[in-house]
C-alpha cells in the first residue's frame, strides 16, 4: 500500500508559509509508506502484551506527523491493527485527528505539549482529547477552561520518575496534590492517567541502565501510592515505550505507548524490529 497525502500546516508568518512552498517546488519528494506494515506492527505490539483483552491497550503515537509518515493514515493504520488510544505531543495534531473524523467513540486521544500563549484548552476538552498536566500552571489552565465550559477535563498527571523530561518532581508534588484533590472531588477534572517517559529502557543489555530504569519504575510506583493516599488514584498508569514494551512486561500496566516500534524501527538492535 503507498501513500501519496498532503497536510495542512499551520505557519507563524505568510513568510514562512511562503518559504515552505518554495522548497517544495525546488525540491519535490515522495515518501512511500506501507501502511498494511504499520497495521501488523501495531497488531505485533498489542499481541505483545496479551492481545486486546489483556488489561492493558496500546497507545499508537503519532507525534510529529507520525514521525513524517503522514499523520492520519498512520493514525488510521494504528487503528486497524487494535490500538484503542492515539498519542500526539503538540495539540494542534491532536484536534486534526478529530476533525478526521476519528471521534471519541473510536479511540482516546492524548496531548502532552503545549504553548503558554497559545493553549487551545477549550477546544482540546470541547473534543474530549486528554490532556497531560505537568506543571500547576497547566492544572490551572485546564481547570478554568473546563469551568468555562461546563465540562469535565480528562488529564492525565505527568510526573518526573528521574529522566528530567518535564513533569512534576517528588519534591513539588504535594504542591499538584493540593490543586489535583479539590479540582477532582468538584468534577471539574476527571483523573484518568498518570504518566511518565524513561531513559534508557532501550538498553536492556547495559546492568547500569538496566538499574536506572528500575529506579524510574520504584520512584513512578512511589507517586502512585502519593495519589491513591490522597484519593485520587489514576485509572490508568502508562510508562512502557516501545523498549518495554517489548522487553518489560511487569511496567506494562494499563497502557503502553509504544512510538518508532509502530513504523519498524529498532528500540535496540538486540531487541530486532516489532514485525516487518
Same mark, same amino acid.
Given at each position: 500500500?503507498?501513500?501519496?497525502a +498532503?497536510?495542512?500546516?499551520?505557519?507563524?508568518?505568510?513568510?514562512?508559509?511562503?518559504?515552505?512552498?518554495?522548497?517544495?517546488? $525546488?525540491?519535490?519528494?515522495?515518501?512511500?509508506? @506501507?501502511?498494511?506494515?504499520?497495521?501488523?506492527?501495531?497488531?505485533?505490539?498489542?499481541?505483545v502484551?496479551?492481545?486486546?483483552?489483556?488489561?492493558?491497550?496500546?497507545?499508537?503515537?503519532?507525534?510529529?506527523?507520525?514521525?513524517?509518515?503522514? #499523520?492520519?493514515?498512520?493514525?488510521?493504520?494504528?487503528?486497524?491493527?487494535?490500538?484503542?488510544?492515539?498519542?500526539?505531543? $503538540?495539540?494542534?495534531?491532536?484536534?486534526?485527528l478529530?476533525?478526521?473524523?476519528?471521534?471519541?467513540?473510536?479511540?482516546?486521544? #492524548?496531548?502532552?505539549?503545549?504553548?503558554?500563549?497559545?493553549?487551545?484548552?477549550?477546544?482540546?476538552?470541547?473534543? %474530549?482529547? %486528554?490532556?497531560?498536566?505537568?506543571?500547576?500552571a497547566?492544572?490551572?489552565?485546564?481547570?478554568?477552561?473546563?469551568?468555562r465550559?461546563?465540562?469535565? !477535563?480528562?488529564?492525565?498527571?505527568?510526573v518526573?520518575?528521574g529522566? &528530567?523530561?518535564?513533569?512534576?518532581?517528588?519534591?513539588?508534588?504535594?504542591?499538584?496534590?493540593?490543586?489535583?484533590?479539590?479540582?477532582?472531588?468538584?468534577?471539574?477534572?476527571?483523573?484518568?492517567?498518570?504518566?511518565?517517559?524513561?531513559?534508557?529502557? @532501550? !538498553?536492556?543489555d547495559?546492568?547500569?541502565?538496566?538499574?536506572?530504569?528500575?529506579?524510574?519504575?520504584?520512584?513512578?510506583? %512511589?507517586?502512585?501510592?502519593?495519589?491513591?493516599?490522597?484519593?485520587?488514584?489514576?485509572?490508568?498508569?502508562?510508562?512502557?515505550?516501545?523498549?518495554?514494551?517489548?522487553?518489560?512486561?511487569?511496567?506494562?500496566?494499563?497502557?503502553?505507548?509504544? &512510538?518508532?516500534?509502530?513504523?519498524?524501527y529498532?528500540a535496540?538492535?538486540?531487541? &530486532?524490529?516489532?514485525? +516487518?
Amino acid at each position: 500500500m503507498t501513500l501519496s497525502a +498532503t497536510h495542512e500546516w499551520d505557519f507563524s508568518s505568510e513568510q514562512g508559509k511562503a518559504n515552505y512552498e518554495a522548497a517544495q517546488r $525546488q525540491y519535490p519528494g515522495q515518501a512511500i509508506v @506501507d501502511l498494511a506494515a504499520l497495521r501488523d506492527n501495531m497488531r505485533h505490539l498489542v499481541n505483545v502484551v496479551g492481545g486486546p483483552n489483556s488489561g492493558t491497550a496500546v497507545m499508537g503515537v503519532v507525534k510529529a506527523d507520525a514521525y513524517g509518515h503522514g #499523520l492520519i493514515p498512520s493514525a488510521l493504520a494504528a487503528l486497524a491493527g487494535g490500538a484503542t488510544w492515539l498519542g500526539t505531543a $503538540q495539540s494542534h495534531e491532536a484536534l486534526l485527528l478529530r476533525k478526521a473524523g476519528i471521534g471519541p467513540d473510536r479511540c482516546h486521544i #492524548l496531548t502532552w505539549v503545549y504553548n503558554g500563549t497559545r493553549v487551545p484548552f477549550d477546544e482540546l476538552i470541547d473534543n %474530549d482529547i %486528554d490532556i497531560s498536566v505537568g506543571s500547576l500552571a497547566g492544572i490551572d489552565g485546564v481547570a478554568a477552561a473546563a469551568r468555562r465550559l461546563g465540562k469535565t !477535563a480528562r488529564v492525565h498527571v505527568k510526573v518526573d520518575s528521574g529522566f &528530567g523530561r518535564n513533569g512534576f518532581t517528588p519534591a513539588g508534588f504535594d504542591a499538584a496534590l493540593a490543586k489535583l484533590v479539590p479540582l477532582a472531588k468538584e468534577g471539574v477534572l476527571r483523573i484518568v492517567g498518570q504518566w511518565s517517559h524513561l531513559a534508557v529502557a @532501550d !538498553a536492556p543489555d547495559v546492568p547500569e541502565f538496566v538499574a536506572s530504569t528500575d529506579k524510574q519504575v520504584e520512584n513512578f510506583k %512511589d507517586f502512585t501510592r502519593r495519589m491513591e493516599a490522597a484519593g485520587i488514584a489514576p485509572e490508568i498508569r502508562h510508562l512502557a515505550n516501545t523498549a518495554a514494551t517489548l522487553s518489560r512486561p511487569e511496567i506494562h500496566f494499563e497502557l503502553t505507548r509504544p &512510538g518508532i516500534g509502530l513504523y519498524g524501527y529498532e528500540a535496540d538492535p538486540a531487541m &530486532g524490529t516489532p514485525s +516487518t
